[in-house]
Structure formats: C-alpha cells, structure tokens
Nanobody
Framework: QVQLVESGGGLVQAGGSLRLSCAAS????????MGWFRQAPGKEREFVGT????????YYADSVKGRFTISRDNAKQMVSLQMNSLKPEDTAIYYC????????????????WGQGTQVTVSS
C-alpha cells in the first residue's frame, strides 16, 4: 500500500507555470510507476502523463506534450509535474496515482490515488 498527497495547485494566468508535487508514504516508492491525471467539471478523468518506477521512461498525453514534464525523486519519495505555458483548458483537479511495476495510460490500471489538487488557469 502507498498513500499519496498532492500539493502545489493554485490560480495562475494563461502562459504561466505551476509545479505540482505528490508525496508518497508507505510501501517502497521505487516499486511503483506513477501517473498524473486530471478531471475538469463535467468531464471524464483523463490521462496527463506517467513515469516509470526508476524514472527512465515517460509518456504524455498529446494535449500536454512539450509543455508538461514529469520527474521523480525516489530518495525523497516524490513525483512532480512541471506545467509550463498553461492554458485555460488545463483547468482541472489534478491527481497523482500509483501502480505496481510498469507505466500505464488509463486510470483503471492504477491502484492508488491521491485526493487531488485544484489548478485554475485564467485567461
């Protein structure tokens, strides 16, 4: 088992940047691939990006590719989402998630979830 807590959300103007963090505790962090997802009001939860257990492989949704970067520090049991060139359509609750072993790009493949942090991008 692993517990996840997101932080770093807030209000930012279009074109700005935010860095979200997800702190993990419990089981060995390096066992887990980590994912970021987001959910806007009235919409389904969507994949943002994922990073492999040792940080060597990343995948991103087309909508954020080139703007968002996932990184992790296994010694600190932390995964981050650096968001640049933010757009109003990036407004959502952002969740980090964990799954054993390999990366995945659908929410049903993730075992553990944080409670989310709100990101609001104004025009």
């Amino acid at each position: 088992q692993v517990q996840l807590v997101e932080s770093g959300g807030g209000l930012v103007q279009a074109g700005g940047s935010l860095r979200l963090s997800c702190a993990a505790s419990g089981d060995t962090f390096s066992r887990f691939a980590m994912g970021w997802f987001r959910q806007a009001p009235g919409k389904e939860r969507e994949f943002v990006g994922t990073i492999s257990a040792m940080g060597g492989v990343t995948y991103y949704a087309d909508s954020v590719k080139g703007r968002f970067t996932i990184s992790r520090d296994n010694a600190k049991q932390m995964v981050s989402l650096q968001m640049n060139s933010l757009k109003p359509e990036d407004t959502a609750i952002y969740y980090c998630a964990a799954r054993t072993d390999r990366t995945a790009r659908t929410s049903v493949q993730y075992e553990y979830w944080g409670q989310g942090t709100q990101v609001t991008v104004s025009s």
